[in-house]
């Protein structure tokens, strides 16, 4: 079998370096977007078994990727990891207040994560969401 890809989203280089440094150090196939337009565009020509999503970015964000990905018939199974400065309670509570301005609720990314990110702690997260999968 080959190589999982995971899918990083974010706008930063640096932290697109970094995470796609230890996935690929970790047997995974990393593909970096810096936006959530690029992202979608990935997300829909790979198909990644992972996604790793930056919350704030420029033209679009990870909230709205993430409502994209959520509603696409296509990509709503892909697990994400939400990778963010914002608190984990924020984005939170941002999400279930957009829910209910556009009347539909979406679920839970499989995890969220606070910048900057511990290696370990991803890896595990990594591991343990597409270990059932493979």
Do not use: C
């Amino acid at each position: 079998m080959g190589k999982q890809t995971v899918l990083i989203v974010d706008d930063e280089l640096d932290m697109r370096t970094y995470l796609s440094t230890l996935m690929e150090t970790r047997g995974y196939k990393p593909i970096v977007a810096q936006d959530g337009l690029e992202g979608l565009q990935l997300a829909r020509e790979t198909k990644p078994r992972l996604i790793i999503l930056d919350v704030m970015m420029p033209k679009e964000g990870g909230i709205q990727m993430y409502r994209e990905l959520k509603t696409d018939a296509e990509l709503k199974d892909i697990p994400v990891i939400m990778v963010s400065a914002i608190a984990k309670k924020t984005f939170f509570h941002s999400q279930n207040m957009l829910g209910s301005y556009m009347g539909s609720t979406l679920p839970e990314p499989e995890a969220y994560i606070e910048k900057p990110p511990e290696p370990e702690e991803l890896y595990e997260l990594t591991r343990n969401i597409l270990a059932p999968r493979e």
